[in-house]
Nanobody, 129 residues
Framework: QVQLVESGGGLFQAGGSLKLSCASS????????MGWFRQVPHMQREFVSA????????FYGESVKGRFTVSRDNAKNTVYLQINSLKPEDTAAYYC??????????????????????WGHGTQVTVSS
C-alpha cells in the first residue's frame, strides 16, 4: 500500500518562509497527482494546493494563492509545498494525499477530499505573531 510521510513543520515567525515535504513509498512505479490540505482543531479540512503527476499543472485554494507554491521531484518520490510570508492563520496540521488514478484534472476534482485514496499523518505548522 502507498505510504505518505510529511515533514518540515515546526514553530515559525510571521513573515517567514518554510518548505514542507511529502515523501511517498510503496507505489511500485505509479505516479499520482498529489494534493495538500490543512486542518485546524474544531474545523473541517481545507484544500490548500494540488499538482498533476508530471508537475505541469498546479492548483491553489483561494486563501493561499500568491503565497504558496507546490512542486514535485518524481526522481525523489517527493512533493513539496513552499510557504512564503507566513501568517498566524496558516497555523494548522498539513496533510498530503494521493489522488485516485484516472480522474480528470480540474479544480473541482482536486478540491474534493473523496477523490484522494491515500493520506499522510500530517505535520504541524505553528506561526507566531
Amino acid at each position: 500500500q502507498v505510504q505518505l510521510v510529511e515533514s518540515g513543520g515546526g514553530l515559525f515567525q510571521a513573515g517567514g518562509s518554510l518548505k514542507l515535504s511529502c515523501a511517498s513509498s510503496g507505489h511500485y512505479g505509479t505516479i499520482y497527482a498529489m494534493g495538500w490540505f490543512r486542518q485546524v482543531p474544531h474545523m473541517q479540512r481545507e484544500f490548500v494546493s494540488a499538482i498533476s503527476w508530471s508537475g505541469s499543472e498546479t492548483f491553489y485554494g483561494e486563501s493561499v494563492k500568491g503565497r504558496f507554491t507546490v512542486s514535485r521531484d518524481n526522481a525523489k518520490n517527493t512533493v513539496y509545498l513552499q510557504i512564503n510570508s507566513l501568517k498566524p492563520e496558516d497555523t494548522a496540521a498539513y496533510y498530503c494525499a494521493a489522488l485516485s488514478p484516472g480522474l480528470p484534472l480540474s479544480t473541482a476534482t482536486m478540491t474534493r477530499e473523496d477523490n484522494y485514496v491515500y493520506w499522510g499523518h500530517g505535520t504541524q505548522v505553528t506561526v507566531s505573531s
